[in-house]
């Protein structure tokens, strides 16, 4: 029974990939912080937040290992691993 219930799910509501940015902005909206305290807490800019949350731009490793960090992301889901 699981088998048919796996194959309706994967053809009817399939699960894409989770890009970084919807990931933070989840994570944001459900800690209550927002992106000038996130900012403010791992050292960099707003606008490079803005950056990371519109998709204009991925954080660099260091900047990833910190969001994590603080958020409490997994970095391994994060990845997509």
Known sequence: MSDIVVSYET?????GEI???DL???????????KS????????SNSRISDCLSG?????FQIFKRIC?????????????
């Open 24 to 34: 933070l902005s989840a994570e944001l909206e459900e800690s209550g912080i927002n």
């Open 37 to 44: 305290q996130l900012a403010n807490m791992i050292g960099v």
């Open 19 to 21: 890009q970084f940015k």
């Open 69 to 81: 960090k603080v958020m409490n992301i997994n970095p391994a889901v994060a990845l997509g691993i």
């Open 56 to 60: 204009r731009s991925e954080p660099s």
């Open 11 to 15: 053809a009817h509501f399939p699960i």
